[in-house]
């Protein structure tokens, strides 16, 4: 049996997605199956962390009559946190990066730190929110105080995953966003603003390091276990984005964008990473992309598949929409934001309030990436576009006349499992180097390029939409404060 496999798993916010890949880049095998995602009251996201367990499980037995492997390497959602016992046992269902609960306890950390510390202890402003590890473990304390005191963990589902996986509690520096510093340790400073944080957080290992192999009780017991980094790193490697100068355009459940840069004018807003092997990449994860198209399609009856592909035409008074239905992230940062429609009439019908919504998380887009250019110093010529987002053609056009850019799609809708079976060849040397086995085995689709009449067409409508959340901003936030 062949041990040149690789296995690159990623545990998404929606589903799991697996893929069993040969060095020349050829997909022996793939798995994708969803997973629940329960909502036990206003602004609370919650998984079940054995949901992710048992779909890893299942794509490792349907994998394992493909052959041996030579490596695996977990990605995962992050800003998603599992709160454990010693002997890894959940405590609390996991806390989900959607979930605003702990935007309280976020704000007043945030608001005892200034600019100057986190720039200093982070190298970025990066904000401390709802989704900041500091603010779920704040919150915990304060709320749930008899499960604070059994917690020896806080750990992102890959951390977990790969725990249950290898008996081995580590997690990588690019993944434990706002809490290390850009020599890659832990922000001491910082998370000694909160009591008893420090002690619960796993240690630290470079991501391509093999951290342990698959326990006996597995299938591919022994295989060596590469550690691998956070969703957004792993799929712009799945994108084939591993050099300088280089943007790409994620979109699942949430988008997220990112510019790799070696310059550096901190923007508020922006999540900048500290410079790793000669990559330094700026970041900006909005709220809301698929979400937003799975809540209209149990609006209107639709599959999200139909809505996103209506034969839609854009008007320029056509309704406009506000993705904010879970608040939002970059570049705003406001959790206290609401979803809202402005323009709509009685003409109006699913087809227009589609095409608003595609439009609007396009906006949505655009505004980070602006503040992404401007951290990082540069204009991408061109965004590789990947994931579930971009299966869509009449989307993805819609994205490319919006942002004014061309957008080079690439195959398949996994990026993120595509990138972790990349890190995981490299780390254990099967790979020479990330650029060159990103590029050798990715595989572009499409490029769709802005049409001169929608891009002038959206320039108007997006000045529009920025307008349409500074009048909005008062009256959601009287009507969060009033939730």
Known sequence: ????????????????????????????????????????????????????????????????????????????????????????????????????????????????????????????????????????????????????????????????????????????????????????????????????????????????????????????????????????WASLFGLGVAQEGEAFYLSGTSDVLGIMSADLFPQPGIITFPDWRGLRLHAAPTQSGGASLDWAARLLGRSAQDLATMNISMTDDAPLFLPHLQGERAPLWDAASRGGFAGLTASHGPVEMAASILEGVAFSARLAFEALERSAGAQPAILRAGGGGFASDTWAQLRADVLGRPIQRVEGNDPGAIGAAVMAGVGVGAMSDLASASKALVKGDRVFRPRQTESKRADTRYALWRDLYGALRPINHALSALG
């Open 1 to 232: 049996m062949s041990t040149s496999n690789l296995i690159g798993i990623d545990i998404g916010t929606t589903s799991v997605k697996a893929v069993m890949i040969n060095k020349s880049g050829q997909r022996v095998a793939e798995f994708s199956a969803r997973h629940p995602t329960q909502r036990p009251a206003a602004g609370m996201v919650e998984q079940d962390p054995d949901d992710w367990l048992r779909l890893v499980r299942a794509a490792l037995e349907q994998f394992a009559p493909h052959g041996s492997a030579a490596a695996l390497c977990l990605t995962s959602q992050v800003n998603t946190h599992v709160f454990t016992d010693a002997a890894l046992n959940v405590l609390h269902p996991a806390i989900v990066w959607q979930d605003g609960r702990a935007a309280e306890a976020g704000a007043a950390l945030d608001r005892a730190v200034t600019t100057e510390d986190k720039i200093a202890w982070l190298g970025a402003p990066i904000p401390i929110d709802a989704s900041h590890a500091l603010a779920r473990m704040a919150w915990m304390q304060a709320a749930r105080p008899e499960l604070w005191d059994r917690t020896a963990h806080v750990l992102l589902p890959r951390d977990w995953v790969l725990a249950r996986l290898t008996g081995v509690v580590v997690t990588d520096p690019i993944s434990s966003v706002g809490l290390v510093t850009p020599g890659f340790a832990y922000a001491d400073d910082l998370i000694a603003r909160l009591g008893g944080a420090a002690q619960r957080l796993a240690l630290l290992a470079d991501p391509f390091s093999v951290v342990g192999q698959i326990s006996a009780q597995w299938p591919f017991a022994g295989t060596p276990v590469v550690l691998g980094v956070m969703d957004a």
